[in-house]
Structure formats: structure tokens, C-alpha cells
Antibody, heavy 124, light 111 residues
Framework: QVQLVESGGGVVQPGRSLRLSCAAS????????MHWVRQAPGKGLEWVAV????????FYTDSVKGRLTISRDNSKNTLYLQMNTLRAEDTSVYYC?????????????????WGRGTLVTVSS | NFMLTQPHSVSESPGKTVTISCTRS????????VQWYHQRPGSAPTTVLY?????PSGVPDRFSGSIDSSSNSASLTISGLKTEDEGDYYC??????????FGGGTKLTVL
């Protein structure tokens, strides 16, 4: 079964750390770029980070640079998000999503497979 | 980077047709493909259209998409509305492979 399953969410105090995982199954994980997308309570979707299939390229939205780190272990078919120095505004459901590159005049992404998400709550 | 602006909400009756717009703030809407995702409360998003107007397997042909360079916008049209179409719809595009951009979402009510 083709699926992504996130884990690792929970309640954490501001300034602390948390690591999210996303277990992939049913497809060749090492062939795809992977993304994290988050959604604050009652808000819209926000792209967070991408990691290339080989793990050599990583990019982040500005608000998380230097605090959140995306990584992957292709031998374990698992994507990670290390979250340090957490802030209240990081409170969200975090989704992992499989990325397919789409190219017209410029290149971009299409998210063709999503996990169910894991909730991170940053609160004292 | 650019922004994608959607109407906050739309509503229509069952069996009717509704169109949701997605306007790009800078750069050409035609420079990269637009995708549309549907999200029901408490659930993950699912794709209803990719590459402007392509439907993934299982999405009915009641869903269609287009782009309009004159208004620099994309549109999602749903015909023959059903109550199961309710939820939030998000457009998404990119201008590099270094990022992704989502619209703010549109809440569709079928009443």
C-alpha cells in the first residue's frame, strides 16, 4: 500500500526540541523528493521544506531557517524533521508529502501523496 | 517569492457549478503549473487537479481547471456539485524547486 505515516508530534515547551518522522511504504522512496507542509490550527497550508531524493539539496521557508532541519534515511524509507528552538507559532499539523517535479517555463512541485499529519503544539 | 490569492469562501446549491479563482501576485501564472487540493475537516489534503487541468485517477470529470494570463489567475471549476465536494480547496504553484507556494484556501459550502 502506497502511504506516508507521520509520527513524533506532541506538546513541547517553547525553546525545546522535537523530531518528526515520516515512514514511507509501497513505493521507491529513494526516487522522490520529499517535503514537509504544515497547517496551523484553523489556518491554511504552508510549505516548510524540501529534500532532494539523494538528500544532497535541502531548502526551507524563511521562518524556519536555522531552526528546523529536514533529513532522510533512504535505507529506512524515512523522512525526518528536526525541530529546534520551537516557538508558539510553530504549532501546527505537520504533513509529509511526496514531491513530483513539474516543469513549464520554470520548475516546481506537485504534491501527489500526503500523510495524515502529526500535531505539534508548542506551549508552556 | 509570489503569493496566490483565493476567495475566502464560496457557496452554491447541489447540482450547480462553482468556480474558485487563484490569482498570482507577481510573475506569470503561466510560468509554472498550478495544482488544486481538497481538504475535508480533520483530514489530509488530496489532489483534485495537477498541471493546471490534469485529474488524478479517481477524480471525476466534474472537476476542471484552467489558467488565464490576462487576469494572471487559475481557476478550478466543479460542476454538478455534490455535498461530498464540501471542504477547503487550495491552489499551489512554484517558481523554483526551492519552494512551494499555497493559496490561502477557499471554503466551499454546498447548501
Amino acid at each position: 500500500q502506497v502511504q506516508l505515516v507521520e509520527s513524533g508530534g506532541g506538546v513541547v515547551q517553547p525553546g525545546r526540541s522535537l523530531r518528526l518522522s515520516c515512514a514511507a511504504s509501497g513505493f521507491t522512496f529513494s526516487s522522490y523528493a520529499m517535503h514537509w507542509v504544515r497547517q496551523a490550527p484553523g489556518k491554511g497550508l504552508e510549505w516548510v521544506a524540501v529534500i532532494w531524493s539523494d538528500g544532497n539539496n535541502k531548502f526551507y521557508t524563511d521562518s524556519v531557517k536555522g531552526r528546523l532541519t529536514i533529513s532522510r534515511d533512504n535505507s529506512k524509507n524515512t523522512l525526518y524533521l528536526q525541530m529546534n528552538t520551537l516557538r508558539a507559532e510553530d504549532t501546527s499539523v505537520y504533513y509529509c508529502a511526496r514531491g513530483v517535479e513539474v516543469v513549464r517555463a520554470t520548475a516546481g512541485w506537485y504534491f501527489d501523496l500526503w500523510g495524515r499529519g502529526t500535531l505539534v503544539t508548542v506551549s508552556s | 517569492n509570489f503569493m496566490l490569492t483565493q476567495p475566502h469562501s464560496v457557496s452554491e446549491s447541489p447540482g450547480k457549478t462553482v468556480t474558485i479563482s487563484c490569482t498570482r501576485s507577481s510573475g506569470s501564472i503561466a510560468s509554472n503549473y498550478v495544482q488544486w487540493y481538497h481538504q475535508r475537516p480533520g483530514s489530509a489534503p488530496t489532489t483534485v487537479l495537477y498541471e493546471d487541468n490534469q485529474r488524478p485517477s479517481g477524480v471525476p470529470d466534474r472537476f476542471s481547471g484552467s489558467i488565464d494570463s490576462s487576469s494572471n489567475s487559475a481557476s478550478l471549476t466543479i460542476s454538478g456539485l455534490k455535498t461530498e465536494d464540501e471542504g477547503d480547496y487550495y491552489c499551489q504553484s512554484s517558481d523554483t524547486t526551492n519552494s512551494g507556494v499555497f493559496g490561502g484556501g477557499t471554503k466551499l459550502t454546498v447548501l
